[in-house]
């Protein structure tokens, strides 16, 4: 209905504006409102000529039944009435395959795609024309959209290795990111505090591994412990369900598999893969703990802990079998391998890795770490894959094909950038949503502050590198750690808006960035996270630092 349209609207129909006038997030390249409405009736039909975009066609109905109560039939053909999606075809591979067009007259409305994923953004661009009330006859205003994503990789990672989320909610997360133009999902999966694959060589793994005790009460070190078991993993079924679900929506999933750090949950499964096995598991100092300490368990508390994989024929054994059950769930380009955290406290009073360095030429546990790394990346490599590492995986000597995911500030990718490595730019200062959004938060957090005009204020590009290096900067990616983030609800109270704001600095040109213009355009954002039953923070107006 016109009158359930924003204002701004009807005064932006009047004449040609830019594309800040349309509640668009992220902002398209170009943008042109015209006169008029495209009003969808009973009588309107979606036209896929080729049968090729059912994933979109699929998706655009399965979100007009969920958030206005119909759906549209499909033909390969119409005259009038019509919205059509379509992909072009090529002698040769166009050069961005994300791009897309989309024209809207009050006769039809086309959407047209570079590739299939350049349709399917079409798409997300024309759901944020609709209105934001349920409605059986929407409005969608008269545009001319041309568009095309900054950044080849956008990305967004969820920790369910401290909390565990189900498949179902992994698959509305997926939907999430999705409808912001987010192209990849990192799927953080093992950790200190839980293994969440099904891997069926080391059945320990889910049967031990999945499984906590307890966890710490309140910010670390915490107030006690809540004595309750914490289980969940995903069988491999389950993952190839989400990879799929995921690649419907464009999205490719990487698994991260943690090494050679925060790997307690899978040494207290196979104690072998730690250099001193007999050794029981050691709570995190001025934690509670529950349960057993007899024994190697998985940890109850957050942070940094001193039992790693040892760098023995077995361990690489076991991580090699573990990868090849990973590949052949996941048919991403990459693999996260971790590299961050690890402590070398074991392996300096180690007498084999002490021999290991010796043997090796090796000149401290630093390269130690590199040879680790090395290795599994050789490994992957031969499998036709890729490694990505956190910014740790530069000490010591940096795997020769590998990416680097720079967290800890801009340092990290800046220095791989300059030595010509890929690298994807996650800096914990701009984009680690589980820092609070505003410096009295009424929930517990793992501390920072990380306002929404902060995060908007991320520019991926560091100042520091020159035109050929910046090349090297694939593109960027938000992070969600879940120490503190027990439920669903939290997840997303944690992410919105914070994501939508980064959805525009992956996407948008860095010339239509603007926060006066994203302050006007959040509020409609606002309503329909409210329209999807999605929690959010409704902060604006938070100071910087």
Known sequence: MRKLLPSFFILASLSAYSQHSLPIIP?????????????????????????????????????????????????????????????????????????????VTPANIHITGDGHAGTFYGLQTLL?????????????????????????????????????FDAAYVKKFIDLLALHKINTFHWHLTDDQGWRIEIKKYPGLTEVGSCRNGSITGRYPGTGNDGQEHCGYYTQEQVKEIVQYASDRFITVIPEIELPGHSSAAIAAYPQLSCFPDEPTRPAPGTAWHGDTTRKNVQQAWGVFEDVYCPSEYTFNFL??????????????????????????????????????????????HELQSYFIQRIEKYLNGKGRAIIGWDEILEGGLAANATVMSWRGE????????????VIMAPNSYVYLDYSQR??????????????????????????????????????????????I????????????????????????????????????IPVQFKRYELWGVHYYPGLNEPMK
Not at 347 to 362: D, P, T, V
Not at 413 to 420: D, H, L, M, R
Not at 444 to 463: A, C, D, E, H, R
Not at 488 to 513: D, G, N, Q
């Open 27 to 103: 902002a398209p390249v170009k943008a042109q409102v015209r006169t008029g409405y495209f009003t969808i009736s009973p009588q309107t039909v979606i036209v896929d000529r080729n049968g090729g975009e059912k994933a979109t066609v699929e998706f655009f109905n399965a979100y007009l039944e969920k958030y206005y109560g119909f759906t549209l039939p499909v033909q390969k053909k119409a005259d009038k009435n019509y919205i059509s999606f379509s992909t072009k075809t090529f002698v040769k591979a166009p050069g961005n395959r994300e791009r897309y067009t989309l024209t």
């Open 320 to 365: 090699q079998d573990v990868l090849d059950e990973v590949i052949t769930l996941f048919p991403s380009k990459y693999i996260h391998i971790g590299g961050d955290e690890c402590p070398k406290d074991a392996w300096k009073r180690s007498a084999f890795c002490q021999k290991l360095i010796k043997e090796n030429n090796l000149k401290d546990e």
């Open 411 to 422: 340092k990290g990718g800046i220095e791989a950038a300059k030595q010509k490595h890929d």
């Open 486 to 521: 027990l439920y669903p609800s939290k997840v997303e109270y944690m992410i919105f808006p914070r994501l939508t704001a980064l959805s525009e600095v992956f996407w948008s040109p860095l010339k239509h960035k603007n926060w006066e213009s994203f302050k006007k355009r």
């Open 439 to 484: 410096k009295n938060d009424d929930s517990v957090t793992i501390g920072g502050y990380l306002p929404l005009q902060k995060v908007y204020s991320f520019n991926p590009i560091p100042k520091e590198l020159s035109a050929d290096e910046q090349h090297y900067i694939l593109g960027a990616q938000a992070n969600l750690w879940s120490e503190y």
């Open 128 to 164: 944020q024309l609709l209105p934001v009330q349920k409605t059986t006859s929407p409005d969608i205003p008269a545009v001319a959209i041309d568009d095309y994503p900054r950044f080849a990789y956008r990305g967004a990672m969820l920790d369910v290795s401290r909390h565990f």
